[in-house]
């Protein structure tokens, strides 16, 4: 297991078969939603990422139903994230956790800068993180 799943695990209490999705779902995210240079210099510094965002990449996206319409027409988003991570048996503390750990292990890899710019260019994502 790699050293991103392992800390999420670790840190944020859950399991790392969950930790693992959740990180694939929240990177592929990013990937989808962030600044297209600063996120894909960002995911490659990941020792991981790559796999994980190419084996979870769009993993519970189909948000359908009352709540996934509404969350479309409010554009989706960060709001659609926690949707998604929420349908995976996290609540809001274990989604800030790994959004915070997740940041944490990219700032030590990919270094400030290239994070802040990631952060900065997903609408509300930064009351997170």
């Not at 859950?14 to 995210?29: C, N, Q, R, S, Y």
């Not at 890899?109 to 290239?114: M, R």
Request: aromatic share 2%; glycine share 18%.
């Amino acid at each position: 297991m790699n050293e991103l799943v392992s800390r999420v695990a670790d840190n944020v209490g859950i399991a790392p078969d969950v930790a693992e999705k959740a990180i694939g779902m929240m990177l592929g995210f990013l990937q989808r939603e962030a600044d297209d240079a600063a996120v894909a210099k960002m995911i490659e510094a990941i020792p991981g990422a790559p796999e994980l965002v190419a084996k979870y990449n769009g993993a519970g996206s189909g948000g359908g139903g009352l709540l996934g319409g509404l969350m479309a027409s409010l554009g989706g988003g960060v709001m659609a994230l926690g949707q998604q991570l929420m349908s995976q048996g996290l609540g809001m503390g274990e989604i800030t956790g790994l959004a915070k750990q997740t940041m944490a292990v990219a700032r030590e890899h990919a270094g400030d800068e290239v994070v802040d710019k990631v952060v900065s260019s997903v609408p509300g994502l930064s009351q997170f993180v």
